[in-house]
């Protein structure tokens, strides 16, 4: 870096080498579990480490269903993942188009109580849906929302980050260009199409990386929510796999998390230069 | 910072705010009112009668000894997951920092966790320390280790941490890459020129000009440790052997929805909330100063 330290370099690499391979270690490990059958994991102490030649059927298992040598059944994966796609989806676009439009209306216009508008949604910062499961819960039945698209998306749009966001960057969006739309004659409205939304893209990516990721890893809300397995999201349907029998299809459970990290991680690596100025700028 | 110029309308802001304010009503004021009122009543679980009782659920949590040991739990927890974090990561950073070739390749190999569920994070590090056949428990064992995490309390927590730590690294790693290399290089420069060593830089330079970031991180993962690991706990150890790895957000649930405690469980929310109140005014008030608009 400054001065030419060759140990050094060849002392980061390794480190940095060490690093991948421990964080890359489990994700192997479940790769090759999900290519052998359930007998060859619980009969091999320790499970062996090679890949194995089972790896069509196994996906096939757990992609679709189906009935499992050991007489298990198992529900497919397909189905669940498609629930927590439209869940992911509608959690991040819902969150955005909100946001963008309250955060152009806390910026753009003055009217009565709007730093009180803007302190409540700020607070929403601050509990995370954790912190207010029972109530919310008792809400959302009372709605007549459980086990519905609505209550598992809704109530994780409620919090304002995005919000925060979006005004933070409009914020820094030079006024000439508002003087200048409304000497065309522009409207608040045009001006937000035309003008605001393109000059926002990045900060839209960044968010929406962020939000899809954060929406197909929930866990806790759609455990509760849902009382129809039929409407269990993926991650959700995990867990089912492993508590479920006496007789744990490893392999199945294995390939269903792979199948489970395959689209968040694709939107990362991806949309990696997005998704790093998402994380960055979320947390300012 | 004030804009200056505005649109004039009386009634488009207000139409352009109610999505927002509508669900954030809903589903946020609404529960966490109600959780604050479920706290101070005594609810038959079945519907049948309320009572007010005042501060007798939050005087039944306190000396609750299951409910302090959660908290001891909790604090535990959480120091773990955030020093073992936070100090891999920084390790990481700083070496990521210092490659001359490869350095993109290994920011991708090492932010892709982030990606993965905090509840397939659990799962998979379960199975690798499953028995009979985890490979990692194997390992142990024949070091002579008899890992066990469904009996010992300490294996269970082990991991736990392990988990949680593994699906944060990469969050505190892009953190701490971003505030190393927002340091000057002319600081740097100017201390290798004074004749310090890269360890003495470290130590004296860097590091201390990286506490905001540290500092970040560290209300962050505190906040991930409470809250966001309910999924690895649920998926891995259930809170148990017991209620060794009881973390205090799995108590909320299990009390709210297991156990039908109901005032109990809305007394821990409100004790939960004010504790993530208290973190984030901490963090904010902190970092507000560092918030710069164009």
């Known amino acids: 870096m400054i001065e030419r330290r060759p140990g050094l370099q060849i002392l980061s690499h390794v480190v940095l080498l060490i690093g991948v391979a421990v964080v890359a270690f489990p994700l192997y490990l479940t790769l090759v579990a999900s290519t052998q059958t359930a007998e060859q994991i619980s009969r091999s102490i320790p499970m062996s480490m090679l890949p194995g030649t089972h790896m069509l059927e196994t996906y096939q298992l757990a992609l679709f269903g189906g009935k499992t040598s050991a007489g298990g059944n198992i529900p497919g994966a397909l189905s669940m993942m498609r629930i927590s796609l439209i869940s992911a989806l509608i959690i991040s676009i819902g969150k955005i188009a909100i946001s963008l439009l309250s955060a152009f209306a806390l910026v753009y216009f003055r009217f009565p109580f709007r730093n009180t508008l803007f302190w409540m949604i700020f607070i929403t910062l601050m509990l995370p849906v954790e912190v207010r499961i029972s109530p919310t819960y008792a809400v959302v039945s009372n709605l007549g929302l459980l086990n519905t698209y609505a209550g598992l998306t809704v109530p994780l749009i409620a919090s304002a980050t995005a919000t925060f966001l979006l005004r933070q960057f409009f914020l820094t969006v030079p006024d000439e260009l508002v003087e200048a739309a409304r000497i065309d004659g522009a409207g608040p409205m045009r001006f937000f199409k035309d003008i605001l939304l393109p000059l926002s893209a990045t900060n839209i990516a960044a968010l929406f990386v962020i939000q899809f990721i954060y929406g197909w890893n929930q866990y806790l809300w759609p455990l509760l929510v849902t009382t129809n397995e039929d409407m269990y999201p993926v991650v959700l349907g995990i867990k089912r796999l492993i508590s479920g029998e006496a007789y744990t299809e490893w392999n199945v459970v294995m390939a269903t998390s792979i199948l489970a990290m395959l689209p968040p991680a694709m939107v990362v690596i991806l949309m990696q230069k997005w998704f790093v100025k998402g994380l960055v700028d979320t947390e300012k | ?294």
Request: aromatic share 16%; charged share 10%.
């Open chain 2, 1 to 294: 910072m004030e804009k200056r110029v505005r649109f004039k309308s009386s009634w488009l802001p207000w139409v352009l705010v109610a999505p927002q304010m509508a669900v954030v009503l809903i589903f946020f004021f609404w529960p966490a009112g109600q959780a604050l009122y479920q706290s101070v009543l005594s609810q038959d679980p079945f519907g049948g009668s309320t009572e007010f009782v005042g501060w007798e659920n939050f005087d039944r949590l306190f000396s609750d000894t299951s409910y302090l040991a959660s908290f001891k739990t909790t604090a535990f927890f959480s120091v773990l997951v955030a020093v073992t974090g936070l100090s891999v990561s920084l390790l990481l950073a700083v070496m990521a920092d210092r490659v001359r070739q490869g350095a993109g390749i290994y920011k991708t190999l090492l932010i892709w966790p982030y990606a993965v569920a905090p509840a397939v994070a659990g799962v998979l590090w379960l199975f690798m320390f499953a028995s009979p056949m985890g490979v990692v428990a194997y390992f142990l064992r024949s070091l002579g280790l008899d890992w066990n995490h469904l009996l010992n309390g300490k294996h269970a927590m082990t991991l736990i941490v392990l988990a949680a730590v593994w699906k944060q690294i990469s969050y505190n790693f892009l953190f701490f890459l971003a505030g190393l290399q927002s340091i000057p290089k002319s600081l740097i420069e100017a201390a290798a020129i004074d004749g310090a060593s890269p360890w003495h830089r470290f130590w004296t330079i860097i590091f201390p000009l990286l506490s905001p970031t540290t500092f970040f991180l560290l209300v962050i993962n505190v906040v991930y440790a409470f809250f966001d690991t309910f999924a690895i706990v649920d998926a891995t150890t259930h809170g148990g052997p017991g209620k060794e790895t009881a973390i205090l957000v799995y108590k909320v649930y299990y009390d709210g929805f297991k156990a039908l405690d109901m005032g109990g469980s809305a007394a821990q929310s409100v004790i939960l909330m004010g504790i993530v109140v208290a973190l984030t005014v901490v963090q904010f008030r902190f970092v507000e100063k560092k918030v710069q608009y164009a």
